[in-house]
């Protein structure tokens, strides 16, 4: 079992949605119900959990476009095509954008969607031996490629979903995918799967086809989108989960695709809601949003005010000193 992958990297990996742990077992890997996840190929380091985890017509859509006989070529095709369209060098592309992740050595990351896998090599090689480098894909064909290129023994390969992905939540100081996520059906659970596998505190930069707002009431767009109508879609800032920090949205390739890069974290952002309002008004952000009350007419309330400035105090200390003799 040792010539398949280092005993370390399967511990990365649990069952999709429900979350086991997972053993080595002769077929592949075996979680504490018994189901088994089976090797792709003999001596291969591929995991294949798409059975049962392909349920939605995007997916099987997916699984049409990327599984086919000629997949790979028509792949690679595609590939050679963008980076000529934009006068990009594609290894100086690739090293740019998974700069990202700002990346040393020992940390363990995953690439979702990796396609033929041109990325590994770079993230590997800046994990170093001490790292870890794990590589995901729902096509089969594409995995098995990216495997075939890519033999470092750091690294572990999934045949999987990306909306139920077969990791340990937290297991990863840095997550990326480039290329896909328009596709995925479910863009918010993609999203939150990439935020769940990842450590708080660890990166997250994901990207796809989407042409820069500035751009949209162009003959670029209409030229663009004519091409390719997933460069219509928009960059999904709107479906990043609430604890995202540092959050930053760049645009690349002829502002045609979008970059979303976060800070993985935990709830909302901090922010102390008791700090006090100097001035008239007065208050915190707290007193001012759970302590709204009915209104009163506007002749009160400029009375409120008047006497809050002439006891040179806030109009909120007025309001509270009133009502609670009041009360």
Same mark, same amino acid.
């Given at each position: 079992?040792?010539?398949?992958?280092?005993?370390?990297?399967?511990?990365?990996?649990?069952?999709?949605?429900?979350?086991?742990?997972?053993?080595?077992?002769?077929?592949?890997?075996?979680?504490?119900? %018994?189901?088994?996840?089976?090797?792709?190929?003999?001596?291969?380091?591929?995991?294949?959990?798409?059975?049962?985890?392909?349920?939605?017509?995007?997916?099987?859509?997916?699984?049409?476009?990327?599984?086919? @006989?000629?997949?790979?070529?028509?792949?690679?095709?595609?590939?050679?095509?963008?980076?000529?369209?934009? %006068?990009?060098?594609?290894?100086?592309?690739?090293?740019?954008?998974?700069?990202?992740?700002?990346?040393?050595?020992?940390?363990?990351?995953?690439?979702?969607?990796?396609?033929?896998?041109?990325?590994?090599? #770079?993230?590997?090689?800046?994990?170093?031996?001490?790292?870890?480098?794990?590589?995901?894909?729902?096509?089969?064909?594409?995995?098995?490629?990216? @495997?075939?290129?890519?033999?470092?023994?750091?690294?572990?390969?999934?045949?999987?979903?990306?909306?139920?992905?077969?990791? @340990?939540?937290?297991?990863?100081?840095?997550?990326?995918?480039?290329?896909?996520? %328009?596709?995925?059906?479910?863009?918010?659970?993609?999203?939150?799967?990439?935020?769940?596998?990842?450590?708080?505190?660890?990166?997250?930069?994901?990207?796809?086809?989407?042409?820069?707002?500035?751009?949209?009431?162009?003959?670029?767009?209409?030229?663009?989108?004519?091409?390719?109508?997933?460069?219509?879609?928009?960059?999904?800032?709107?479906?990043?989960?609430?604890?995202?920090?540092?959050?930053?949205?760049?645009? #690349?390739?002829?502002?045609?695709?979008?970059?979303?890069?976060?800070?993985?974290?935990?709830?909302?952002?901090?922010?102390?809601?008791?700090?006090?309002?100097?001035?008239?008004?007065?208050?915190?952000?707290?007193?001012?949003?759970?302590?709204?009350?009915?209104?009163?007419?506007?002749?009160?309330?400029?009375?409120?005010?008047?006497?809050?400035?002439?006891?040179?105090?806030?109009?909120?200390?007025?309001?509270?000193?009133?009502?609670?003799?009041?009360?």
């Amino acid at each position: 079992m040792a010539e398949r992958m280092n005993a370390h990297l399967y511990q990365a990996l649990a069952t999709p949605d429900a979350l086991l742990s997972l053993d080595l077992c002769q077929e592949g890997l075996k979680d504490t119900q %018994n189901n088994i996840f089976r090797f792709a190929a003999a001596k291969s380091n591929v995991v294949d959990f798409i059975e049962p985890y392909v349920t939605s017509e995007y997916d099987r859509s997916n699984l049409q476009m990327y599984n086919s @006989a000629n997949s790979v070529e028509i792949y690679r095709n595609f590939l050679d095509w963008l980076f000529q369209t934009f %006068n990009v060098q594609e290894q100086e592309f690739r090293v740019e954008i998974l700069s990202h992740l700002k990346l040393s050595a020992g940390m363990k990351v995953l690439i979702t969607g990796c396609g033929l896998g041109e990325d590994i090599p #770079i993230v590997s090689k800046a994990v170093g031996l001490g790292g870890e480098v794990h590589a995901q894909d729902i096509s089969k064909a594409m995995v098995l490629e990216s @495997a075939k290129n890519n033999t470092q023994p750091n690294t572990l390969f999934t045949i999987s979903n990306a909306n139920c992905l077969p990791y @340990a939540s937290g297991y990863f100081d840095a997550v990326f995918h480039f290329g896909g996520i %328009n596709l995925f059906g479910d863009t918010k659970k993609a999203i939150a799967e990439l935020d769940r596998v990842c450590k708080k505190g660890g990166k997250v930069v994901f990207g796809d086809e989407g042409v820069a707002a500035h751009l949209r009431k162009t003959q670029y767009f209409d030229v663009a989108v004519c091409n390719n109508k997933l460069w219509a879609a928009e960059p999904p800032m709107d479906l990043l989960p609430h604890g995202a920090l540092d959050v930053q949205l760049t645009y #690349i390739l002829g502002n045609c695709f979008y970059v979303i890069g976060f800070t993985s974290g935990e709830g909302f952002p901090y922010m102390n809601i008791d700090i006090p309002h100097k001035g008239t008004r007065g208050g915190t952000a707290r007193t001012r949003y759970f302590g709204q009350l009915e209104g009163v007419s506007a002749e009160t309330k400029a009375k409120v005010y008047a006497k809050a400035r002439e006891l040179n105090i806030s109009a909120h200390q007025v309001l509270e000193d009133i009502l609670r003799s009041a009360l």
